[in-house]
């Protein structure tokens, strides 16, 4: 399996940008369970759960990007997209994709995709 994330940038304050991710090598009945999430991670630090989304399609966001970033998903090609709008700075990081549920202890991280918000 691979999680392969897309649509990163070098954007300026207030742009948007949409994150796509694709899980390679996973079969739908698989994927479509799983409660999906986008991670980022800034050097430094952890990488952190920034959004989720079930099976039902019922979501959930940190404080930091709620009302910013919107998170859907689209089963039946095995992907995973996170809206980002009205980027700020803070929101620079490696963004990934995986499961919502296990954390950092998911297997089959990717490379992510790099954010980067220029001030």
């Known amino acids: 399996v691979q999680l392969q994330a897309c649509g990163g940038g070098l954007v300026q304050i207030g742009d948007s940008l949409r994150l796509s991710c694709r899980a390679f090598?996973?079969?739908?009945?698989?994927?479509?369970?799983?409660?999906w999430g986008w991670y980022r991670q800034t050097p430094g630090k952890e990488r952190e759960l920034i959004a989720t989304?079930?099976?039902?399609?019922?979501?959930n966001y940190a404080e930091a990007v709620k009302g910013r970033f919107t998170i859907s998903r689209d089963n039946a090609n095995k992907r995973v997209f996170l809206q980002m709008n009205s980027l700020a700075p803070e929101d620079t990081a490696v963004y990934y994709c995986?499961?919502?549920?296990?954390?950092?202890?998911?297997?089959?991280w990717g490379q992510g995709t790099q954010v980067t918000v220029s001030s």
């Open positions: 995986n499961d919502g549920q296990l954390g950092i202890t998911a297997p089959n």
């Open positions: 090598g996973m079969i739908t009945s698989v994927f479509n369970p799983i409660t």
């Open positions: 989304i079930t099976r039902d399609r019922v979501t």
